[in-house]
Every structure is written in structure tokens, then in C-alpha cells.
């Protein structure tokens, strides 16, 4: 088992994929505390997610937006 640290570090959507796979995996076999504890780990690697890739989307769109002169407020 991975530490908190680890889990939490560079998270994508092939590692969020790859909980998401354990939590149907656990269901399907009838393992439901294996599946909460699955769960959890799928909330925890969706906000890293959305996390990076907020930060990803919004660096761009200032880099387009800077790329033609504008600035933030004014789009």
C-alpha cells in the first residue's frame, strides 16, 4: 500500500482510471469494505485532478489570451 504522499502526487486520469477499475472490480466480486476503501481513494485522486487540471486550463487560456493582447477582466 502506497503512503498518503504518494497517492497524492502526480495524479492523472490513468491513475484515476485505474481506481475506478478496482471499485467496479471490488463490487463485482461482492468485496464491499474492499470497495469503500476503494471509493475513497477515487475521491481522493478526482480532486488531485481537478486540481491539476484546473490549473492546467487555466494557465492556457491565459497564454492564448496573453498570445493576442488581452488580459484577464477583459474577456
Not at 39 to 51: A, P, V
Amino acid at each position: 500500500m502506497k503512503t498518503f504522499e504518494e497517492l497524492t502526487y502526480f495524479v492523472d486520469t490513468k491513475d484515476y482510471m485505474k481506481a475506478y477499475g478496482k471499485v467496479a472490480e471490488s463490487i463485482d466480486n461482492a468485496e464491499l469494505d474492499k470497495a469503500k476503501n476503494y471509493l475513497s481513494l477515487l475521491k481522493l485522486r478526482e480532486q488531485e485532478l481537478i486540481k491539476s487540471m484546473s490549473y492546467e486550463l487555466r494557465t492556457e487560456r491565459e497564454m492564448i489570451a496573453s498570445g493576442i493582447g488581452l488580459k484577464e477582466g477583459e474577456y
